[in-house]
């Protein structure tokens, strides 16, 4: 533990002080004292900066307490193509998530509506879908489907498929939309917050929902500018990538602060079962 001394006689008892007291807001760069920002869930109190929360936190904050039954947890990466540091990388983003992959599955309940639930974890590299993570989607949609409960999925995904494992990624993206098609013909609700979703990712499971949310200041959307000029030699505004961007264009059905998301999605599940 860190320690100083107060300034004054010689001799002075030295005061403990507890390390990482204030955090730096990455939207306005303002100090803020760490407790007030955690109990405001990770948002900036001065410019409404919402960053980003792990897996494990979003889940805290989002089901009832101790009713989260977790689904595949089992299911870990390989390495097909035996890609150079993907292996450390995978080991290293296991260490740091709490996770085999970048997303967690399974059972819970929100207000007391029972859900199968999906939260993409953008620390594992960057929230990417692999095999794995195509594989727990597309699960967690067919066991819904089997019970006939509701699935809502959280998406924090910097990127589309995880060019580490060539082709089997590349196939997620239909199997996930598949799994949502299965979903619509059974008729069984299918809910997406964005907090970030690009690419491969968004352009399957996560632009498929029969209603889109998004937290404030997301990113969203399949590819950057530079991309889409290139390849359709048309000029995009440089806000195209944003969730209220999005929202004003009709893509995204209601943008939501953090704290409002849990509220908001038992009151859409009542509505729907109620």
Not at 59 to 85: N, R
Not at 249 to 273: C, E, M, N, S
Request: glycine share 10%; aromatic share 8%; with cysteine.
């Amino acid at each position: 533990m860190n320690e100083e001394r107060s300034v004054g006689s010689a001799g002075a008892t030295p005061v403990a002080t507890l390390p990482n007291l204030w955090v730096k807001c990455t939207g306005c760069e303002s100090m803020i004292y760490r407790k007030d920002f955690e109990q405001n869930l990770k948002v900036c109190p001065r410019c409404q900066y919402h960053h980003r929360l792990g897996a494990w936190e979003r889940l805290a904050i989002t089901v009832d307490e101790g009713s989260f039954e977790e689904w595949d947890g089992h299911l870990a990466p390989k390495d097909p193509l035996q890609f150079p540091d993907y292996a450390a990388k995978v080991v290293r983003d296991a260490q740091k998530t709490r996770l085999k992959d970048a997303a967690l599955t399974g059972r819970a309940t929100i207000e007391g509506w029972t859900v199968a639930i999906g939260i993409t974890d953008f620390q594992f590299m960057g929230g990417s879908m692999g095999s794995v993570v195509g594989e727990k989607i597309t699960r967690l949609m067919e066991r819904a489907e089997t019970l006939r409960i509701p699935v809502f999925i959280i998406i924090g995904s910097g990127g589309g498929a995880r060019m580490q494992e060539g082709l089997l990624s590349l196939m997620q993206m239909a199997k996930t939309s598949a799994a949502v098609a299965r979903l619509k013909e059974a008729a069984i609700p299918y809910i997406v917050l964005l907090t970030d979703s690009m690419a491969g990712v968004h352009a399957s499971f996560g632009s498929l929902a029969d209603i889109i949310l998004s937290e404030p200041g997301a990113t969203v959307g399949f590819t950057g500018p530079r991309v889409i000029e290139l390849s359709l030699k048309i000029k995009v505004p440089k806000e195209h990538r944003t969730a209220e961007y999005q929202f004003a264009h009709g893509h995204i059905d209601l943008i939501l602060p953090r704290k409002q998301v849990r509220p908001t999605v038992a009151k859409i599940l009542q509505f729907w079962y109620g």
